[in-house]
């Protein structure tokens, strides 16, 4: 998992720059319809229903239809894949004044806990991938 340790050495700037270049950033996971903490079961699951809900086979002739399977279809590419998923959870939304205060909470829920000392008990996956890092530089 060398993404996850490329990650942790992340330059905060270089974060900042890389969402600054994406004018138009889409959120993949409202794209899906699953929350930010969906597990990979949930996020094919979902996938596969829009998927059908939204083939251009089913709605011939509409390009609109067609632009949107595509926007699945990109979104699953991403969150469907660890290291990517990692990469766009960590650039991919930046622009946190144009969220609600329940999608903000939904967002960085996980990360406001643990700051607040509520969450270090539970070993989410991001937890887990870090934890598998540190004992793989050990050996």
């Given at each position: 998992?060398?993404?996850?340790?490329?990650?942790?050495h992340v330059?905060?700037?270089?974060?900042?720059?890389?969402?600054?270049?994406?004018?138009?950033p889409?959120?993949?996971y409202?794209?899906?319809?699953?929350?930010?903490?969906?597990?990979?079961?949930?996020?094919k699951?979902?996938?596969?229903?829009?998927a059908?809900?939204?083939?251009?086979?089913?709605?011939?002739g509409?390009s609109?239809?067609?632009a949107?399977?595509?926007?699945?279809?990109?979104?699953?590419?991403?969150l469907?894949?660890?290291?990517?998923?990692?990469?766009?959870?960590?650039?991919?939304?930046?622009?946190?004044e144009k969220?609600?205060l329940?999608?903000?909470?939904?967002?960085?829920?996980?990360?406001?806990?643990?700051?607040n000392?509520l969450?270090?008990?539970?070993?989410?996956?991001?937890s887990?991938?870090l934890?598998?890092?540190f004992?793989?530089?050990?050996?």
């Amino acid at each position: 998992m060398n993404y996850v340790r490329e990650a942790a050495h992340v330059d905060p700037i270089s974060v900042v720059m890389a969402a600054a270049d994406n004018t138009n950033p889409k959120d993949y996971y409202k794209v899906l319809e699953v929350e930010y903490d969906a597990t990979d079961e949930n996020i094919k699951l979902n996938y596969r229903r829009l998927a059908l809900k939204w083939h251009p086979d089913k709605h011939k002739g509409d390009s609109d239809v067609t632009a949107k399977f595509q926007e699945i279809n990109e979104a699953y590419n991403v969150l469907s894949d660890p290291a990517k998923r990692f990469d766009y959870d960590l650039t991919g939304i930046c622009e946190i004044e144009k969220y609600s205060l329940q999608e903000y909470l939904a967002r960085f829920k996980g990360m406001i806990l643990t700051c607040n000392g509520l969450g270090i008990n539970q070993t989410d996956r991001w937890s887990q991938q870090l934890i598998e890092n540190f004992e793989s530089l050990d050996k």
